[in-house]
């Protein structure tokens, strides 16, 4: 499973209007990691498969991240059962980006074993947010990380619960919020004439506007 999230179009190289989120999904995975962005390009049999995008997430920064869904998989070719994706596609890094490339099993981002998962609720201009945070064990991933796991958390870790919220149609143990994105809030920021179409320099969101705006989404 590959999940590449998106925000702007980085160092003016795209045009936003034009590109789709799942294209630029694909061209941050090759600047980031060195997927290849077309699949022509991926050593033979593997593909990436679009699945799906998720509803836009909002930061307070006013960046909008859409979640892009992809499956990287060796289709039904002869040779697809031989084929192992951690031993045939190496990672190439961008070291300013990208810390450490790592995988864990999805279904695990719905689970709360101990020393995997640790959350709480924290407020956001009077909306509650459930921060999760989980802990990938560095032990058995092809790495040089002398430490003990690779900490999930913020937002990435909210998409990844949400992700996997539908990809099996389940709701994790733990307590999260049980909407998906924040694309009620957004529309009610731009209806506020709080969001434009560029981000105003030195502007950012205040805590009256989130929380009115919070508010118009409840109802």
Known sequence: ???EMLGKCPSQEADCLKETPFQTARREAFEEIGLP????????????????????NLAVTEMGVRPCVAYL???????????????????K????????????????????????????????????WRMHNFYVPVEGQVSEDS?????IWGMTARIVVDAARLAFAEDPPFEHNDYVGDEAMIR??????????AKQSGHQLSREELMKAAKMAKM
């Open 37 to 56: 962005s077309d699949d022509r390009k991926l050593p033979k049999p593997f593909q990436v498969e679009h699945l799906c995008e998720l509803p836009t």
């Open 147 to 151: 430490g003990q796991s690779y900490r």
């Open 1 to 3: 499973m590959v999940l």
């Open 73 to 91: 998989h060796a289709g039904e070719s002869s040779d697809a059962n031989q084929s192992d994706v951690e031993e045939t596609l190496m990672p």
């Open 93 to 128: 890094l961008n070291a300013q980006e990208v810390a450490a490339v790592f995988s864990a099993p999805f279904h695990k981002f719905l689970e709360e074993d101990p020393g995997w998962y640790e959350g709480s609720w924290r407020t956001w201009h009077d909306v509650r």
């Open 188 to 197: 009610r920021l731009y209806e506020m004439g709080k969001l434009r179409d």
